[in-house]
Structure formats: structure tokens, C-alpha cells
């Protein structure tokens, strides 16, 4: 996917910037409001949920700790210490897994992001 990117960017700037808009990774959701959040980590397994979490980026862990009860909290941060070294790639599927919910539950209009509705199209 990075490589692709990088081969549209180098060719066309604009089209790889309109292209990434419309994308949506792991790290993108700190752009999904809390109770888009907590709707989505209904959908998703804590056990995918801690691996996912092991290679995101702190203002990630801070949003999805921050939609979780703390002995949910607890639970995530101990299954991601006792875990121990993980395969990128297995974080990767898991961080593909819960992306494909966040894909899923918004084509449902179940939950909103943040940025990626048309000039015309106001959230309150």
C-alpha cells in the first residue's frame, strides 16, 4: 500500500492527496468521535484489539483506553505486556481487521469520520 502511494505521489501529487482522503488505516482512529469508537471496539476482539495496539502510535492507545472501562484498560495492557514480541505481520492483520469493521459500520452509517464528509455535508 506505502508502495503504491508513493509511486502515485511521485506522478501525481494531487490525485495521491484526494486518494489518501479517501483512505482510511489504523492510525486514523483518533478522526472517529468516542461513541463512534466504543461502537466499533463492540465489533472487535479484545485479543485483535491488543495485538493491533502493540505497534500504534500513543495518541491511538491514549483514544481507545480513553473509550474503555478501566478494567477493560487493565485487561488490554496486560495481554499486550504478557504477549511478548510480536510479527509485524500479525499486528498488521489484526490493525486490517479492525479497519475492515470501521469500513463496515460506516458504509452502515453507524459511525461518523471525522473529515471525510463533502463541503456540503455539516456534522453538529
Do not use: C, H
Not at 492483520?93 to 479497519?99: D, F, L, M, N, P
Request: hydrophobic residues 45%; charged residues 35%; aromatic residues 4%.
Amino acid at each position: 500500500e506505502k508502495n503504491i502511494m508513493q509511486s502515485i505521489e511521485a506522478e501525481n501529487a494531487d490525485l495521491a492527496a484526494e486518494i489518501k482522503n479517501m483512505m482510511f488505516v489504523f492510525d486514523d482512529i483518533i478522526l472517529l468521535d468516542d461513541r463512534s469508537i466504543q461502537r466499533v471496539l463492540k465489533e472487535v476482539e479484545t485479543k485483535d484489539l491488543s495485538i493491533a495496539l502493540k505497534a500504534a502510535s500513543d495518541e491511538v492507545k491514549t483514544k481507545i483506553f480513553s473509550n474503555v472501562s478501566e478494567r477493560v484498560s487493565k485487561m488490554i495492557a496486560e495481554e499486550m505486556e504478557y504477549m511478548g514480541p510480536t510479527r509485524l505481520s500479525d499486528v498488521e492483520a489484526a490493525q486490517s481487521r479492525i479497519v475492515e469493521v470501521v469500513r463496515r459500520l460506516e458504509e452502515e452509517g453507524q459511525v461518523i469520520i471525522s473529515g471525510r464528509g463533502g463541503k456540503g455535508e455539516i456534522i453538529v
